[in-house]
């Protein structure tokens, strides 16, 4: 390429997109590469601000930005992703289906080491839907070499990012409380199970029982028959009636985890029995739209096994700002590792 005032342009080959910006309106490519530069174009080429351009001369050595960038996406997608077509140089990566997406830091690091390479992409563990956009690459120059491109290529190999398709199941739910299994207080638990169906999840099954061991038992018991997941709510909390916990406890699930340095959701509880998940919530769930029940429910709807140290881990991004307008999960609530 070489690099020529606007007005000495005439009749040469343009080397590179040229793009118009009209705030507020659009942003397009108003003069694609490729284009043999006419005479009519030389005054609106300078409306646009250019002064010089490149230009073809002679055999052009490597790999156009477009080119370049369509390679890096599909050195570095996985299952369930696909990429859009280069424009003006970048290559935006989607998501084909509803789950979990993954980002090994360490290698996406590794790939912006890179000389000119860039690939950028949402935070670890981001929930995404069909048609998200979860990252997006380009290269600085308008050309770069092979061997920049395979060094992508070798670093992609690794596994870069990854989605995990959120499961169908099955969830049963258990809403302790005497005061509600008296009638003397509305069930307001619809507001948990329509959160439940949010997330595809199947509703097989609600008991209300009273603030007795022996019925909580049996009714997690009872539902996890048919039940993948079965959600308790409230009666968490150091008061003396509160006896969910001892519930769980007697129906010889291990319990895993009571309490999480999340907020909402400190008094969460997680428990397994036979391959199953007791997520024991607090009462939170009933007035806070996003909790730590979220944050847990995605990742074992995406398949992983939860431990104490992951909930550690949420004490980073653990803290729900409770801004006026939710727009969760596009915030830093539950995305600090």
Do not use: W
């Amino acid at each position: 390429m070489k690099k020529v005032s606007v007005e000495e342009a005439q009749g040469l080959i343009l080397a590179h997109d040229i793009t118009e910006i009209v705030p507020g309106k659009k942003k397009a490519v108003a003069f694609p590469k490729g284009k043999v530069i006419e005479k009519g174009d030389i005054p609106r080429l300078l409306d646009l601000g250019k002064r010089y351009l490149y230009v073809f001369e002679g055999s052009v050595k490597g790999f156009h930005e477009d080119e370049a960038a369509a390679r890096i996406a599909r050195a570095v997608i996985g299952d369930h992703m696909e990429c859009t077509v280069p424009k003006e140089g970048k290559v935006v990566i989607k998501s084909t289906v509803k789950g979990l997406f993954y980002v090994n830091t360490r290698h996406l690091f590794e790939m912006n080491g890179i000389k000119d390479v860039l690939l950028s992409t949402v935070p670890n563990r981001h929930p995404v839907g069909i048609g998200d956009d979860v990252g997006a690459t380009r290269v600085i120059p308008l050309y770069v070499q092979e061997r920049q491109l395979k060094s992508v290529e070798r670093i992609g190999a690794k596994g870069i990012i990854r989605i995990s398709p959120f499961k169908s199941m099955k969830v049963g739910l258990v809403v302790t409380g005497s005061e509600v299994y008296t009638g003397r207080v509305k069930d307001g638990s619809s507001i948990v199970e329509e959160k439940f169906r949010g997330y595809g999840l199947d509703v097989v099954g609600k008991t209300i029982v009273p603030d007795e061991i022996s019925m909580i038992r049996d009714a997690i018991r009872e539902l996890l028959s048919g039940a993948d997941i079965v959600v308790t709510t409230a009666g968490l909390s150091v008061d003396p009636d509160d006896v969910t916990k001892e519930g769980i406890e007697a129906t010889g699930a291990e319990v895993l985890f009571y309490g999480t340095p999340v907020f909402p959701g400190a008094m969460f509880l997680m428990a397994r029995l036979e391959g199953r998940y007791i997520l024991g919530a607090p009462a939170c769930v009933y007035h806070d739209r996003y909790t730590v029940l979220d944050l847990i429910l995605m990742r074992i709807m995406a398949g992983e096994r939860v431990s104490r140290d992951d909930v550690v881990k949420l004490s980073h991004g653990g803290y729900c700002l409770h801004c006026p307008e939710c727009f969760f999960p596009r915030c830093s609530f539950g995305k600090g590792v």
